[in-house]
């Protein structure tokens, strides 16, 4: 079972950037689609992003488009979100988690990947703190 650890996380003023990285090891990330979620205090966890390790798909929540970009590089097996133009709303725990499947493309393209029960390993968590 892979095991993933995730960084990047901190303090940002609004409208500044971060990139968070999700490092995975025990296998190769080649068959999984990798999906980053957040959990805000008070608040259940929601799909963020989403990737198709094998072809690059991706998928992204309507309250992120056009502001965060997901990247994967296989040869660090490690996949990245970039967040940009972050907003007090972006404040929340950042996790990565990983789920094997046979129809990466199609979990991604249908947004099925944002779908917690889908997901067997996942990372720590990261704290993302938006705030002047």
């Known amino acids: 079972q892979v095991q993933l650890v995730e960084s990047g996380g901190g303090l940002m003023q609004p409208g500044g950037s971060l990139r968070l990285s999700c490092a995975a090891s025990g296998d190769s990330l080649a068959h999984y689609v990798i999906g980053w979620f957040r959990q805000a205090p008070g608040k259940e966890r929601e799909g963020v992003s989403c990737i198709s390790s094998n072809d690059g798909s991706a998928y992204y929540t309507d309250s992120v488009k056009g502001r965060f970009i997901i990247s994967r590089d296989k040869s660090k097996n490690t996949v990245y979100l970039q967040m940009n133009s972050l907003k007090p709303e972006d404040t929340a725990v950042y996790y990565c988690?990983?789920?094997?499947?046979?129809?990466?493309?199609?979990?991604?393209?249908?947004?099925?990947?944002?779908?917690?029960?889908?997901?067997?390993?996942w990372g720590q968590g990261t704290q993302v703190t938006v705030s002047s």
């Open positions: 988690a990983a789920d094997f499947a046979l129809d990466p493309m199609y979990r991604v393209v249908s947004g099925l990947c944002t779908r917690t029960a889908n997901y067997l390993s």
